[in-house]
């Protein structure tokens, strides 16, 4: 966890007049297609701000002087909070900050077999996180779990936030609500009740509403009502387009970053015509988008494009100075082999380079994310590792240029001995904590066969070790008082 | 008299427990690769009257011990290893001189060079750094080192060992060389020979007739001692 970031940003894939011919084409879609808004409370938001309506057909065509209103209202980032406030991610300009895979179904376990995941392993992998030293955030493990099927929703996800919470102290990626009003303030009130009250939740969230609109072009009336909760308390929302080119985008690069930008941006004016002038909701503006490859008719999110998408809609986002979240990580394979790495570095690497604030779903497998590895989230922790290395680039003071040192050495010598190597061995060169660097007798004595067997060996050594920073007693009997209510309430209905 | 029993006993009590503690530091010093203090701790060693030899066979070289095993466990560098040789070798400059005659006999001589045609020498030199700080006497005949410069120094100085250094594909032949050469002048029973280098390994060793290879430095000095059955 490192709460200050590493920098991105020395990735440029659009240059400044591309942006804004993206932002231009966004407008005139924005004020000539228009979007699709499945909430009364919504649509009487845009009508109020002077965005055309048609009631009946749930329509909003939003004209571009109120786009540009509400990029201007929009706060430059925030700061998201783990329970403890010193864990946070600063959210803004070049920070970059890791996040692990949440939200699956399945999980690859620690035998290396497919299942349907269980509620042990949600806090497997919720601690494994808060160990993992070069993961910035918590994901949170899965979502549906075998023994909790056939929950209401808003049950599992209220049960989900202590889970998360009692296993990491680190900020939280499923702290988040976005299915529907209630869901919206039920959150709130959770994390009102680790942070003490609104106003320092506001000054510390830890919670954001999780927006993706719905392509092409459609905002769901759960998604969005959500969202005006969250903007009416002042609370961080993430739009996160998920368009999938050549099936509910188009095919072009381009045209996929157009009505990516007009589905976030259109969520982003909701929020700030819906919130009070006081409280303004910070935005992370979000790209889930990729292709769909035509032959498998699956979401390629570990794809070449996929990694251009992302560097784009990040520039994008820093274009309209807004905190930016990003995918990275992702690959289409079933099991950490080489595809898995190839892809999840290349959308790694991309999305970091690029300066994407937030960057989602590192341990994740398959199309879709349809599981998760515990043995994946330890080998992205150190490819995460080899990125940050990349990304500190190179410190020129003249202690690191070494003249006096290559001078005191001279032709011939060597440096293995001297003060300045063993001062800065740590500082400038990254140790990978289980990519094998062994000479071939070595490999062959230590019987390392493969980098899935070191990974599943530190996996076993956490869960076996790692104790997390203890959750105050307090705050967990409020929540579970908070969860009870929430039981009751759903069960009944 | 009672109290003066006493005293005497409170004093012999101090006096052991501050050698335990000396010796404790002198570990610590090699452990923490502590340059600046190991020559005053090994001062302090010989002025509560710890004998030279005992300060560091459970001092020094029990740092040393931790080092090594440190190393091999991946949780120290290579560059950690080789300065407590260094420490370790500073800390002798004050001890060497207080050692009586006897007490000085090393473990055994060790001859060893990079071999000819190549001048890759910094595995060699961390080998001869570690060899002398586990107690051989170390003649390093440096680099380009031919087959008949090797012959002569087993010859006069009656080395117990040879070690032969190589590092690229080509030069590795050489070291098939001096033994070849070793063995035409009578000389091979005389001597054990290791080698090492990046292309060299136990099949390498075995097919060349040396009686050892080791992999790394710290093999290396386990291996040495083995062959003088130290």
Same mark, same amino acid.
């Given at each position: ?396 003071t003249d202690e690191t240029l070494a003249v006096d040192i290559i001078d005191k050495v001279g032709p011939g010598g060597h440096y293995l001995a001297q003060k300045h190597t063993l001062k800065f061995i740590t500082k400038e060169h990254y140790l990978p904590t289980i ?59 | 008299?009672?109290? %003066?029993?006493?005293?005497?006993? +409170? &004093?012999?009590? #101090?006096?052991? !427990?501050? =050698? ?5 530091? *002198? ?81 055994? %001589?060790?001859?060893?060079?990079? +071999? &000819?045609?190549? #001048?890759?020498? !910094?595995? =060699? ?5 570690? *060899? ?99």
């Open positions: 966890m490192h709460a200050k970031g590493v920098r991105g940003g020395q990735l440029k894939v659009l240059s400044r007049n591309q942006i804004r011919d993206v932002h231009y084409a966004t407008l005139d879609v924005l004020q000539h297609t228009g979007v699709v808004v499945h909430s009364e409370e919504a649509l009487k938001v845009l009508d109020e701000a002077g965005a055309d309506i048609d009631y009946e057909k749930e329509r909003a065509w939003i004209p571009p002087h109120l786009v540009e209103e509400a990029i201007r209202k929009t706060p430059h980032g925030f700061r998201l909070c783990g329970r403890n406030p010193k864990k946070y991610c600063k959210l803004e300009g070049n920070r970059v900050y890791f996040c692990t895979a949440g939200g699956p179904p399945h999980v690859l376990d620690l035998n290396g077999k497919r299942r349907r995941a269980t509620i042990r392993d949600f806090e497997n992998l919720v601690k494994l996180t808060d160990a993992l030293e070069n993961i910035d955030m918590a994901g949170a493990g899965i979502h549906g779990m075998v023994e909790e099927i056939g929950l209401p929703e808003a049950v599992q996800h209220a049960r989900e936030f202590l889970r998360t919470l009692k296993n990491t102290d680190k900020p939280c990626g499923l702290l988040e609500a976005g299915r529907g009003k209630d869901q919206a303030i039920d959150s709130i009130k959770l994390a009102c009740a680790v942070m003490g009250d609104l106003k320092k939740l506001r000054r510390n969230p830890m919670t954001r509403c999780h927006v993706n609109p719905v392509s092409p072009l459609i905002l769901s009336k759960g998604l969005i009502e959500s969202a005006i909760v969250y903007a009416r308390h002042g609370l961080p929302i993430h739009f996160g387009s998920e368009v999938l080119g050549s099936a509910t985008g188009p095919t072009t690069l381009a045209g996929i970053l157009v009505q990516l930008n007009a589905e976030n941006l259109s969520g982003v004016v909701v929020a700030q015509f819906a919130a009070s002038p006081e409280h303004r909701p910070p935005i992370l503006y979000g790209c889930i988008s990729g292709i769909l490859d035509q032959r498998t008719v699956v979401p390629a999110l570990g794809s070449p494009e996929a990694g251009l998408i992302n560097a784009a809609s990040t520039q994008m986002a820093k274009y309209y100075g807004m905190a930016s979240r990003g995918s990275g990580g992702y690959t289409e394979s079933k099991i950490p082999d080489a595809q898995a790495g190839y892809e999840s570095m290349m959308t790694l690497m991309m999305t970091a380079l690029a300066g994407t604030n937030l960057i989602y779903a590192s341990g994740g497998l398959e199309p879709g994310v349809l599981s998760i590895s515990y043995e994946k989230y330890v080998l992205d922790n150190d490819m995460i590792g080899m990125i940050r290395r990349i990304m500190d680039g190179f410190r020129i990519f094998d660097r062994k000479n071939y007798e070595r490999w062959v004595q230590f019987n390392s066969e493969n980098i899935r067997k070191a990974a599943r060996d530190r996996a076993k050594k956490i869960l076996e070790e790692h104790q997390p920073e203890p959750l105050d007693k307090d705050v967990e009997k409020d929540l579970q008082k908070i969860i009870k209510q929430i039981e009751q309430r759903e069960i009944k209905s | 008299m009672e109290k %003066k029993f006493q005293q005497k006993l +409170v &004093k012999a009590g #101090i006096l052991v !427990i501050k =050698k335990k503690e000396i010796l404790n530091m *002198l570990r610590e010093c090699i452990v923490n690769l502590n340059i600046e203090e190991i020559k005053q701790t090994c001062q302090d060693a010989l002025a509560v009257g710890i004998p030279p030899v005992k300060a560091i066979t459970e001092g020094m070289a029990e740092g040393m011990n931790i080092v090594g095993e440190r190393y091999e466990a991946g949780e120290y560098f290579l560059s950690e290893l080789i300065v407590a040789g260094e420490v370790m070798k500073e800390g002798m400059k004050v001890l060497e001189p207080h050692l009586k005659k006897a007490e000085i006999k090393k473990l055994g %001589k060790v001859v060893l060079a990079t +071999v &000819k045609g190549d #001048i890759h020498d !910094i595995g =060699k030199n961390i080998v001869a750094t570690l *060899l002398d700080a586990a107690g051989f006497e170390v003649i390093d005949l440096g680099v380009d080192v031919s087959a008949q410069q090797f012959l002569d120094k087993v010859r006069e100085v009656g080395a117990d060992v040879l070690g032969l250094s190589a590092l690229l594909t080509t030069t590795l032949l050489y070291q098939e060389t001096v033994i070849h050469n070793l063995q035409e002048a009578g000389l091979r029973d005389q001597v054990k020979v290791i080698v090492g280098g990046v292309p060299a390994g136990p099949e390498w060793a075995e097919e060349i007739g040396a009686d050892a290879y080791a992999e790394n430095a710290t093999e290396a000095v386990a291996v040495v001692k083995q062959l003088v059955g130290a």
